[in-house]
């Protein structure tokens, strides 16, 4: 039985990451993708979406609400759930019956325009409260358990069979072990908050290389109730310089039956979402231990019409090298290891002994350059303008080094200097961000260390 078929299981995505939200017509494209696919849930909280976060007492314009009703009624002909999201944390006062009465009028537009499922999420906020509400509640997770239970009664009186999801201030095993929130805080909402509603968790970390289900289990205890999975596998709201098409990995399929459900928060450019989605979707309804890779390459094989271009075709091969190196944050793909383990190892020798891997590597980098220079022919140009600033960084190195490996080669004399014209301090690898980022440098363990002074 397909996982999405048991009662109660939640799969799908969240639209909840930073910065700009999706177009309306790209959401609709995933209603169709997720109906296709056996996905059954949709979760409305773009961070910047103001009304949901940074002024969530306002209710939306007849304007705005137009196209929300619009995405509640496409999530109904398509039989998915579509739950919408408030997060109130940044200045709640959790005493005040006047904010609770806000978040109720907000939920009450929300259900006049045809929702059903809500959540009220906590997370990224100060875990400090004011004195008032201190003296009340005592707690952070009491005071969070206060308003979220409220809210839960609330739908419910109207919607019997609705759903409620709440996201803790502490949200993944490193910040709770950093008692974020205050001792005791899962312990405690697990506790007061009401049976019916659902907890999310990122992992043992906001982005977690792996969730296994010793970790859950674990949790299950404190919270008494099985978490919700909010995963961050394939977000890149942290890092403009990077998306993540590789599979939905690190996970055991075994993790299915120890969560509320499973719901991705993955890249802010849509189009670059069809591989995360795509092996989510596998990994849900499918049987049988999980082959990522398998996946993966099964999904780009169906990707693969969307990179049409305007002149001859590129080929499954050169899409499975573009993909490996855009592939999960924690691992490049096997292609994207080999040229960099290559080109790292040449430069780690004396040109003199390059010998027939010189050549290889520049038949690599010239394929790679040509790969990335070819998408700017794609004919989905929406595909291309999400595409396009990471792949314009990833020719520039491929350049630079392609350059730097032919000078060597033309003077293997340690002596002799290499530059590039089209690499100036200034315009290349400069500005405030990119110095900044060279003061301090991490180090495997995840400790800083100050950077040597460059003489
Ligand atoms: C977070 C945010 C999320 C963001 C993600 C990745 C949760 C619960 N909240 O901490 O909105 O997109 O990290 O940056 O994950």
């Known amino acids: 039985m397909p996982h999405t078929d048991s009662p109660g299981f939640l799969a799908g995505v ?39 976060r940074a002024i969530w007492r306002e209710p939306y314009t007849d304007r705005e609400a137009e196209p929300l009703r619009e995405l ?62 201190l003296e009340r509640f005592g707690t952070l997770a009491t005071a969070q358990a206060h308003v979220a239970n409220a809210l839960f009664d609330w739908t419910r009186e109207r919607s019997p069979q609705a759903r409620f999801l709440f996201c803790p201030t502490p949200y993944c095993g490193r910040m709770a072990a950093a008692q974020l929130g205050g001792e005791g805080y899962l312990a405690t909402l697990g506790k ?5 509603i659902d907890i999310f968790w990122t992992g ?60 991705t ?9 069809y591989v995360p989605f795509r092996t989510l979707a596998e990994f849900v309804r499918g049987e049988g231990p999980w082959d990522p890779r398998a ?21 499954f091969e050169d899409l499975v090298l573009l993909g490996d190196c855009y592939y999960l944050p924690y691992e490049e793909g096997p292609q994207a290891i080999a040229l960099h383990d290559l080109t790292k190892n040449l430069l780690a020798r004396n040109p003199t002994q390059w010998g027939a891997d010189a050549a290889a590597f520049r038949t690599q980098a010239s394929r790679l350059r040509d790969v990335c220079a070819r998408m700017t022919e794609l004919r989905q140009r929406t595909l291309f303008y999400a595409l396009s600033r990471r792949l314009w960084e990833l020719r520039e190195e491929m350049d630079l080094l392609d350059r730097y490996v032919a000078c060597r080669v033309a003077h293997p004399d340690p002596k002799a200097t290499c530059g590039s014209d089209f690499h100036q301090p200034g315009t290349y690898r400069g500005g405030l961000v990119a110095k900044l980022q060279r003061l301090l440098v991490l180090q495997p363990n995840g400790n800083f260390t100050p950077a040597p002074p460059i003489p």
């Open 295 to 315: 996946a993966y390459l099964s999904a780009l094989r169906e990707w693969l019409p969307s990179f049409a271009l305007s002149g001859p075709p590129i080929t």
């Open 204 to 263: 043992p970390e906001i982005i977690s290389r792996e969730i296994t289900v010793a970790h859950v289990r674990d949790l299950r205890q404190l919270l008494r109730r099985k978490p919700l999975i909010w995963d961050n596998l394939h977000a890149n709201d942290y890092d403009g310089r990077r998306f993540f098409c590789g599979p939905y990995a690190g996970r055991p399929r075994e993790l299915r039956q120890e969560v509320a459900g499973l719901l």
């Open 14 to 52: 969240i639209e909840g990451f930073y910065g700009q939200p999706w177009a309306q017509a790209e959401r609709l494209e995933l209603f169709r993708w997720m109906a296709d696919w056996g996905l059954n849930t949709y979760f409305y909280g773009p961070k910047d979406d103001w009304k949901v």
């Open 72 to 133: 509640i009624r496409g999530c109904e002909q398509h039989h998915l759930h579509f739950v919408y999201a408030l997060c109130p944390g940044l200045d709640i006062r959790y005493t005040n019956t006047a904010d609770l009465d806000h978040l109720k009028r907000r939920c009450e537009q929300m259900h006049w325009l045809g929702c059903r499922h809500f959540a009220v999420l906590f997370d990224d906020i100060p875990d400090k409260m004011a004195r008032e509400d």
């Open 192 to 196: 007061e908050l009401r049976e019916g």
């Open 265 to 273: 928060n993955p890249n802010c450019e849509f189009p670059l979402n």
